[in-house]
């Protein structure tokens, strides 16, 4: 079975601040860097570091060069990335001293993906095999319908989350992983119970993996049944890539063959290291790091 993210590439300007600014406010902040990141990279980099073989598909723009090369550094296969015109994608993110983030987009050329490029890529791929998708390029929906067709398994984090997606056919999603706020949003529910009741009522022949922060984790199978992970507590530096860094390690650990519940504590340890550290792509633990992580328990 091979993997396919079919995802963004950005280049994140993050900025270390006092507090996120706010309406008609100007704040200086005390720190930037710059770094290869964006949602379709940074899971991509988490399955190459957990030990998975990635086919990632997507565009940069002429000064995409440096995004590429992060992908290929890890091993990523990067045959499928194309160059167009303009600029590539990116991310102004601020990080507060509690480690939170927020964070504004720029499309740049995640948005410009086309039907041609979507029918060249799949080509190479077949039933079974899984696609990886997010919500930062365009055509998601004709991807979903696209790869449903060939029969590859389809695996969606509808993040950063819009209305429009609720119009697409997410009965055809394999798998889906959410955030809290996420599972708000698709379902109209305040609690993560009701949320994963009212997701897999909507969607029953989907799996749902709904992360809760620091109350760990939930998962959803086809009939209903439900199994809870504890997160591991740790001093969160910087959340950017926290979820990136779990959808990675988690679905590693299913193509592993891992049951649910490994792959699970697996990827909240993954992400409990992620937050430790700054950044968003350069924060993503190595297999190595990880399974020291959980052996100390
Ligand atoms: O999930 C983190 C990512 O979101 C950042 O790397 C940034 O590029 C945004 O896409």
Redesign the pocket.
């Known amino acids: 079975m091979k993997i396919l993210n079919f995802g ?1 590439l ?1 280049y ?1 300007y993050t900025y270390q601040v006092s507090h996120m600014v706010c309406s008609g406010e100007t704040l200086a902040s005390t720190q930037l860097k710059t770094h290869c ?3 379709g ?2 899971q991509s980099i988490a399955l190459a570091r957990a030990g998975i073989k990635v086919y990632h598909a997507g565009m940069v723009g002429e000064d995409g060069q440096q995004l590429v090369d992060a992908c290929s550094r890890e091993g990523i296969d990067v045959g499928y990335i194309r160059r167009v015109e303009g600029k590539s ?1 990116h ?1 102004i ?1 601020q990080v507060n001293p509690k480690g939170e983030n927020c ?1 504004l ?1 720029y499309g740049g050329a995640n948005r410009k993906n086309s039907e041609e490029q979507i029918d060249d890529v799949l080509e190479r791929f077949e039933a079974g095999d899984m696609i990886l998708l997010q919500n ?1 390029i365009n055509l998601v929906d004709v991807l979903i319908e696209k790869a449903f067709r060939k029969g590859m398994k389809i695996i969606l984090n509808p ?1 950063p989350f819009e209305e429009q997606l609720m119009g697409y056919e997410l009965k055809k999603v394999h798998t889906f992983l959410i955030n809290e706020t996420e599972g708000k949003q698709m379902s109209g529910e305040e609690n993560p119970e009701q949320m994963l009741w009212r997701i897999h009522q909507r969607y029953p022949d989907s799996e749902i993996v709904l992360t809760l922060g620091e109350k760990g984790v939930c998962h959803c199978n086809r009939d209903g049944k439900v199994i809870s992970v504890p997160a591991f507590q740790v001093k969160a530096v910087d959340t ?2 926290a ?2 860094t779990f959808t990675g390690y988690y679905l590693a650990g299913v193509c592993k063959g891992n049951d649910r519940r490994e792959a699970l504590r697996t990827a909240c340890g993954a992400s409990a290291l992620a937050v430790m550290k700054k950044g ?2 350069m924060s993503i633990p190595v297999m190595e790091e990880v399974k020291r992580f959980l052996e100390k328990g």
């Open positions: 963004s950005n994140d990141g964006g949602k990279l940074n994608g991310a993110i964070i987009l930062e993040s950017t890539a979820g990136d968003a792509a």
